[in-house]
């Protein structure tokens, strides 16, 4: 069931839809998880782009990406709703950034992003109560991002 606050949200608006994840942000339980795994598919349609396109689709991403979660905030009236989740998208694409082939790997890449997103070590929880807005929204995700991002490329290393 929707929650209440949620109700201004309507996926037939494409920002909202995309800062739904798709729809993925309404799941009852752990939308932000939900989020990151509607990512999955969207990372694989991508990840055979050579790395200059692909860092180019981030980078236009995170920029779509403060509108279309202040577009969601504003209808929401409500400042990074769990709901909201393009932020977990752009931030796992991030993670995945030149990131060996495999299942093994998304896997990885998906329990380091989420990892950081949840417990936010700082200077991530630092940003996500300063910063608000579009801008705040994304830029926690984008920090955790690349925390994961450097765990897993470590991980690749060593490995």
């Excluded at 200059?52 to 409500?78: D, H, M, P, Q, S």
């Excluded at 989420?114 to 608000?132: A, E, G, L, T, Y």
Aim: aromatic content about 12%; hydrophobic content about 55%; charged content about 10%.
């Amino acid at each position: 069931m929707r929650k209440p606050e949620l109700a201004a949200l309507r996926l037939s608006n494409p920002l909202h839809l995309l800062a739904l994840g798709f729809g993925s942000g309404l799941s009852p339980v752990m939308p932000g998880t939900m989020g990151t795994l509607a990512a999955i598919p969207l990372y694989w349609l991508v990840q055979g782009l050579p790395l200059g396109w692909y860092l180019l689709l981030l980078a236009l991403g995170f920029v779509a990406g403060i509108k279309i979660c202040e577009a969601a905030t504003n209808a929401i009236g409500r400042h990074d709703h769990g709901a909201i989740v393009w932020d977990e998208i752009i931030g796992f694409g991030i993670t995945m950034i030149a990131a060996p082939a495999g299942w093994g790997w998304i896997a990885a890449g998906f329990v380091l992003f989420r990892f950081f997103d949840i417990v936010k070590p700082w200077p991530i929880r630092w940003f996500d109560r300063r910063v608000h807005g579009g801008f705040g929204i994304m830029l926690d995700d984008v920090i955790a991002g690349l925390f994961a991002l450097a765990c897993l490329q470590g991980l690749a290393v060593l490995l």
